[in-house]
């Protein structure tokens, strides 16, 4: 009792000084900025010290639940006299993951990581690889730098998550984000094109979007916002896709606490969210969306069907019933979404289908097929296309249309074998944790949500999906903090 009393004490102790020693490098710096009379690079310190201090000091249950309520807000903001941007989620996280590491225990922990983090590492030493002969190695660096986001996320996540009690209140956190983001997406279909583009105007909008490329994009509307002249529902992500595949794997979560819980509110609550998630992503119209859904359902379903009782049949005889119904007033919209689709993969409709974007770049990969081009390399690898756009000519280069293809090119058969272990071990886990916890049957359909998602889309790091899919995977390995 006294040596655990004892430990309590020097720990505490230690965390004191520690942030004491934080505040007390933040006010040095603060006045050497204030000296050189720069209020932007004030602002900027004090932002990021704040957002350090936090990360570091508060309690890892309370970091856990931030990084998932900062997932669809990721906060950016501009770094003076330059044209980069940082994002407050991810400073919140690197911070995060900086502490566990200092720890005492991290070093006895890192060992249990084993399981995922060797065919990670192997990913990133593939990718660093590939950067060192890459045509551009800014672009090579920077995609190695979004992998990492992913993989710090998880590591936090995974040491952070130490009851079932906060696993609960993750899940429902990252239910809450996608309700928010489903009525936010509601309501940019409501506005109308017009209103949304004034509202993406307002210098308020570099909070929420990267500014960078939202300034790009909003010269020539040139991004898919847009479908049937109507604003397409995308809440506060860069474009619909990503949208689509975050409500997709948020829905899988809510399937699947629907169809667990016994509480009648709670399961008001879950169909309530799961309906608005569902409207918004029909509204999208994204192929790639539909799938990833599809698989997410699909998973829900086989692990349901061993604990089959008669609520669980009624509940998901409503979903499936709901779910037709929300789909027929958009029939014929939908069947005009795959003759695009299709005519698209035939050349009618002047851009290369995906299909022809696939044969072109594995093409290119005959000539280096150890460790490919470097990360963010695909687009740079195909021809610009000749396309019609608002009635006038525009050329633009495909995107690689498939996080598959663009890692195999860009990472060669070294990083694409190390990236599908990577996933296996995850999957293998993840199976394993849901046949015997509801919880992780939510976590195991949101994590194939993603993957099967990005099969149509190079998607995998984009700045919420890639801290969603951080979460998801710290959460199935945290398991061996809980005991499973």
Partial sequence: MNAALSSRRLADATRERAVATVFIAAALVFGAVAALGSAQWLATAAVLGLIFVAAITLPMSWVASIIAALIPLQLYFDIPDSSLTLRAALVFVFSAALRVLVQRRAGKDLTRWKLWMLPAALFLLAAFAAALGASSRYLAFKGIYDWLAVFATAFVIG?????????????????????????????????????????????????????????????????????????????????????????????????????????????????????????????????????????????????????????????????????????????????????????REQGVTGTPGRLETWVELLRQLAQRPIFGYGLNHAPLLTEATRTLRYGAVAFNSPAAESAYVAALVETGIAGFAALMAWIGVVLARAIQLARVDTRFVGVLAALVALWLGNLTVAGFTTDQNGMLLGVLIGMVFSSVNLGA
């Fill in 159 to 343: 040491e952070a998550v130490r009851s079932r009690g906060l696993l609960d209140r993750l899940l429902v956190v990252l239910v809450a984000a996608g309700v928010g983001e489903a009525l936010l997406g509601l309501a940019q279909y409501a506005l109308g094109l017009d209103a949304v583009l004034r509202l993406l105007r307002l210098p308020v909008s570099d909070l929420f979007f990267q500014p960078n490329l939202l300034r790009d994009r909003l010269t020539d509307v040139s991004f898919n916002w847009v479908v049937f002249d109507r604003a397409s529902p995308f809440g506060t992500f860069i474009n619909g896709i990503d949208y689509a595949l975050f409500l997709a794997a948020i829905l899988g979560i809510a399937l699947a606490r629907l169809l667990a819980v016994r509480e009648r509110k709670r399961i008001l609550v879950l169909f309530a969210s799961a309906l608005l998630m569902g409207v918004a992503l029909l509204l999208t119209f994204k192929g790639s969306g539909f799938l990833a859904v599809a698989g997410a359902a699909a998973t829900v379903a086989l692990f349901s069907l061993p604990r089959w009782t008669p609520r669980v049949a009624v509940v998901g005889a409503i979903v499936l019933i709901v779910a037709v119904a929300l789909a027929l007033p958009f029939a014929g919209l939908l069947a005009e979404r795959v003759a695009f689709l299709v005519q």
